[in-house]
Nanobody, 126 residues
Framework: QEQLQESGGGLVQAGDSRRLSCSTS????????MGWFRQAPGKEREFVAT????????YYTDSVKDRFTISRDKSQSTAYLQMNGLKQEDTAVYYC???????????????????WGQGTQVTVSS
Protein backbone atom coordinates (compact mmCIF):
# COMPACT_ATOMS: atom_id res chain seq x y z
CA GLN A 1 0.00 0.00 0.00
CA GLU A 2 1.43 3.32 -1.08
CA GLN A 3 0.45 6.33 0.99
CA LEU A 4 1.04 9.75 -0.48
CA GLN A 5 0.91 13.05 1.32
CA GLU A 6 1.00 16.38 -0.53
CA SER A 7 1.88 19.69 1.02
CA GLY A 8 2.74 23.19 -0.08
CA GLY A 9 -0.49 24.51 -1.50
CA GLY A 10 -1.91 27.91 -0.67
CA LEU A 11 -2.89 31.32 -1.97
CA VAL A 12 -0.35 33.10 -4.17
CA GLN A 13 -0.33 36.04 -6.53
CA ALA A 14 0.11 35.79 -10.27
CA GLY A 15 3.78 35.59 -11.12
CA ASP A 16 4.74 34.05 -7.79
CA SER A 17 6.40 30.68 -7.25
CA ARG A 18 5.33 27.76 -5.12
CA ARG A 19 6.75 24.33 -4.42
CA LEU A 20 4.57 21.33 -3.77
CA SER A 21 5.89 18.26 -2.02
CA CYS A 22 4.72 14.67 -1.98
CA SER A 23 6.16 12.05 0.33
CA THR A 24 6.20 8.46 -0.84
CA SER A 25 7.63 5.09 0.01
CA UNK A 26 10.43 5.57 -2.50
CA UNK A 27 10.14 2.36 -4.46
CA UNK A 28 13.16 1.52 -6.57
CA UNK A 29 11.89 -0.65 -9.42
CA UNK A 30 12.65 0.87 -12.78
CA UNK A 31 9.07 1.41 -13.90
CA UNK A 32 7.98 3.34 -10.79
CA UNK A 33 7.04 6.96 -11.39
CA MET A 34 5.52 9.87 -9.54
CA GLY A 35 3.13 12.21 -11.24
CA TRP A 36 1.35 15.46 -10.58
CA PHE A 37 -2.16 16.11 -11.77
CA ARG A 38 -4.55 18.98 -11.18
CA GLN A 39 -8.24 19.62 -11.27
CA ALA A 40 -9.74 23.06 -11.61
CA PRO A 41 -13.34 23.77 -10.59
CA GLY A 42 -15.76 22.47 -13.17
CA LYS A 43 -13.01 20.83 -15.21
CA GLU A 44 -11.66 17.34 -15.61
CA ARG A 45 -8.47 16.27 -13.93
CA GLU A 46 -5.45 16.93 -16.13
CA PHE A 47 -1.90 15.68 -16.22
CA VAL A 48 0.84 18.12 -15.23
CA ALA A 49 4.15 16.28 -14.99
CA THR A 50 5.74 12.95 -14.19
CA UNK A 51 9.18 11.71 -13.17
CA UNK A 52 10.75 8.28 -13.40
CA UNK A 53 11.95 7.57 -9.87
CA UNK A 54 15.02 5.56 -10.84
CA UNK A 55 16.41 7.75 -13.65
CA UNK A 56 14.93 11.17 -12.96
CA UNK A 57 13.62 11.43 -16.49
CA UNK A 58 10.69 13.80 -16.74
CA TYR A 59 7.71 14.53 -18.93
CA TYR A 60 5.43 17.58 -18.87
CA THR A 61 2.24 18.80 -20.35
CA ASP A 62 2.90 21.63 -22.79
CA SER A 63 1.18 24.35 -20.79
CA VAL A 64 3.63 24.09 -17.88
CA LYS A 65 6.89 22.79 -19.34
CA ASP A 66 8.61 26.19 -19.32
CA ARG A 67 7.38 27.14 -15.85
CA PHE A 68 7.11 24.00 -13.73
CA THR A 69 9.82 21.55 -12.72
CA ILE A 70 9.24 18.11 -11.27
CA SER A 71 12.01 16.54 -9.26
CA ARG A 72 12.59 13.91 -6.61
CA ASP A 73 14.86 13.45 -3.64
CA LYS A 74 15.49 9.76 -3.19
CA SER A 75 17.01 10.23 0.26
CA GLN A 76 13.83 11.94 1.44
CA SER A 77 11.48 9.74 -0.59
CA THR A 78 9.83 12.94 -1.74
CA ALA A 79 8.72 14.27 -5.10
CA TYR A 80 8.45 17.99 -5.77
CA LEU A 81 6.68 20.27 -8.18
CA GLN A 82 8.34 23.65 -8.42
CA MET A 83 5.90 26.09 -9.98
CA ASN A 84 7.19 29.41 -11.26
CA GLY A 85 5.41 32.22 -13.02
CA LEU A 86 2.05 31.09 -11.71
CA LYS A 87 -1.02 32.18 -13.62
CA GLN A 88 -4.65 32.35 -12.61
CA GLU A 89 -5.35 29.39 -14.87
CA ASP A 90 -3.04 27.31 -12.68
CA THR A 91 -5.59 27.51 -9.89
CA ALA A 92 -6.60 23.95 -9.05
CA VAL A 93 -6.36 21.14 -6.58
CA TYR A 94 -3.05 19.46 -7.21
CA TYR A 95 -2.70 15.73 -6.69
CA CYS A 96 0.38 13.58 -6.59
CA UNK A 97 0.14 10.00 -7.71
CA UNK A 98 2.31 6.90 -7.76
CA UNK A 99 2.27 4.57 -10.72
CA UNK A 100 4.13 2.43 -13.16
CA UNK A 101 4.85 2.61 -16.84
CA UNK A 102 7.74 1.71 -19.07
CA UNK A 103 7.03 4.48 -21.57
CA UNK A 104 7.30 7.90 -19.95
CA UNK A 105 4.71 9.58 -22.18
CA UNK A 106 2.16 6.92 -21.23
CA UNK A 107 2.28 8.24 -17.71
CA UNK A 108 0.20 11.25 -18.69
CA UNK A 109 -2.73 8.86 -18.39
CA UNK A 110 -4.17 8.84 -14.89
CA UNK A 111 -5.03 5.17 -15.26
CA UNK A 112 -1.32 4.40 -14.99
CA UNK A 113 -1.37 5.52 -11.36
CA UNK A 114 -2.63 3.26 -8.64
CA UNK A 115 -2.18 5.51 -5.62
CA TRP A 116 -3.24 9.10 -5.14
CA GLY A 117 -2.79 11.75 -2.50
CA GLN A 118 -5.66 13.72 -1.04
CA GLY A 119 -4.78 16.86 -2.98
CA THR A 120 -3.60 20.33 -2.07
CA GLN A 121 -5.27 23.54 -3.20
CA VAL A 122 -3.30 26.13 -5.13
CA THR A 123 -5.09 29.41 -5.72
CA VAL A 124 -3.52 32.09 -7.89
CA SER A 125 -4.94 35.58 -7.54
CA SER A 126 -4.51 38.43 -9.99
Amino acid sequence: QEQLQESGGGLVQAGDSRRLSCSTSGRTDNSFAMGWFRQAPGKEREFVATIRWSSGHTYYTDSVKDRFTISRDKSQSTAYLQMNGLKQEDTAVYYCAAGQGLILSSLRNGAQYRYWGQGTQVTVSS
